[in-house]
């Protein structure tokens, strides 16, 4: 009942938001549950609230885990290029009272001086130094 519960209101975001296609709202849902539970295992905490950034830091981590080294391309076919676009992905979730927020919390939040390209990229970054083969060299 709840996933299908979820598509109607994805389906009802999309009539007055068409910015982001259905599977960007499914990544964030399950990119918050991964930043939570993350968050949960490190501190052996109960669930609580997260914030713009912790939840931006999960999604990042999730993003990776799902979709290595084509993370970035997955985005830009989700038009998701800032913090801000995950910004109202979340606030549009919000409205349709699937996310909840606290009083201290607002879209400005996801203003962040944040390069998701980059951060995307960094797990993937190819060190040449730690790839030295071992070679034998024959004379």
Not at 10 to 25: K, T
Request: charged residues 25%; glycine residues 2%; proline residues 4%.
């Amino acid at each position: 009942m709840k996933n299908i519960d979820f598509s109607v209101k994805i389906q009802h975001i999309l009539e007055y938001d068409g910015r982001y296609p259905v599977e960007a709202y499914d990544f964030v849902n399950n990119a918050v549950k991964h930043a939570i539970e993350k968050i949960e295992s490190n501190r052996m905490a109960t669930r609580r609230h997260v914030n713009a950034r912790e939840l931006l830091n999960g999604m990042i981590s999730f993003a990776c885990q799902e979709y290595g080294p084509l993370a970035w391309d997955v985005f830009c076919n989700w038009h998701i290029y800032s913090p801000r676009d995950v910004g109202n992905i979340v606030y549009n979730l919000v409205r349709e009272q699937l996310f909840s927020t606290s009083e201290n919390d607002s879209p400005q939040d996801f203003d962040l001086n944040l390069d998701l390209r980059e951060a995307l990229a960094t797990p993937f970054r190819h060190n040449a130094a730690d790839s030295r083969l071992d070679v034998p060299i024959i004379v």
